[in-house]
């Protein structure tokens, strides 16, 4: 929410009119069903990545950072186009209130919690090692 209304106070009307203050929301011809799946595959594969470089003692602690930041980017770029590339519910809902836009709301909150539980579960099922806790 303070991002979007630093953006208000930095280029004013036309930034809360134009760019409804960084709110997300499909692109045009984007249905609600295409726009959850890209923000669940993307946020799957953020979490997976965060999940894996962070907690498996297999991976390097110097590689962690590079691969986030890659994921995150990558995920930006393959979902910016279509839904704005929110990959987190508070980026998305920040704004959305902030801007009073509120399209698709809730592509915003599902696909993410969605792509992030099965990241989970993935990981732990299939990648963790078996004598893990």
């Known amino acids: 929410m303070l991002g979007a209304l630093g953006t208000w106070a930095a280029f004013g009307a036309r930034g809360r009119d134009q760019a409804s203050l960084a709110a997300t929301a499909p692109a045009a011809g984007v249905g609600s069903l295409q726009a959850l799946v890209v923000e669940a595959v ?12 962070a907690t498996d003692e297999r991976v390097e602690g110097a590689v962690a950072p590079i691969a986030v930041g890659a994921a995150l980017a990558v995920g930006v770029f393959v979902a910016g186009p279509v839904t704005g590339g929110a990959v987190n519910p508070v980026r998305a809902l920040g704004p959305m209130l902030v801007s ?10 599902v696909g993410p919690v969605v792509g992030g539980v099965v990241a989970a579960v993935v ?11």
């Open 42 to 53: 993307v946020t799957f594969v953020l979490v997976f990545v965060v999940i894996s470089v």
């Open 100 to 109: 009073g836009s509120f399209a698709a709301w809730w592509v915003y909150l």
């Open 123 to 133: 990981y732990d099922r299939f990648v963790r090692k078996a004598d893990s806790p």
